[in-house]
């Protein structure tokens, strides 16, 4: 079982820069992917970032975050990264990591859907003061 730990969160201002990690532990066996997902109360689970695990660091955005987050991986640590810059007041959530062990469709590279990832975090809350 793998153990996903979030931490980094915190109150920040609009326009603030934050840095969540995520650590993994445990029997990790294989990673094919590590996400971020945010929830906000009364809504959805909303996919952020991914970064596959092995290769290039290949990564995909939603497009509500393209541009001002960044997903890092530091394999050697076990960690991913989010780097989070010009946070609005509606980046405030409770932000999860995920970790995906396989990869589970051909031609499909970058999973985005709660149901496709195998482990996850507890959570970090992030709040944005306007």
């Known amino acids: 079982q793998v153990q996903l730990v979030e931490s980094g969160g915190g109150l920040v201002q609009a326009g603030d820069s934050l840095k969540l990690s995520c650590a993994a532990s445990?029997?990790?066996?294989?990673?094919?992917?590590m996400s971020w997902f945010r929830q906000a109360p009364g809504k959805e689970r909303e996919f952020l970032a991914t970064?596959?695990?092995?290769?290039?660091?290949?990564?995909y955005y939603a497009d509500s975050v393209k541009g001002r987050f960044t997903i890092l991986r530091d394999n050697a640590k076990n960690t991913v990264y989010l780097q989070m810059n010009s946070l609005k007041p509606e980046d405030t959530a409770v932000y999860y990591c995920?970790?995906?062990?396989?990869?589970?469709?051909?031609?499909?590279?970058?999973?985005?859907?709660?149901?496709?990832?195998?482990?996850w975090g507890q959570g970090t809350q992030v709040t944005v003061s306007s």
């Open positions: 970064v596959l695990w092995t290769g290039a660091s290949d990564t």
């Open positions: 995920a970790s995906k062990r396989e990869r589970t469709w051909i031609g499909v590279y970058y999973y985005t859907s709660t149901d496709d990832y195998d482990n």
């Open positions: 445990g029997r990790s066996g294989s990673t094919y992917a």
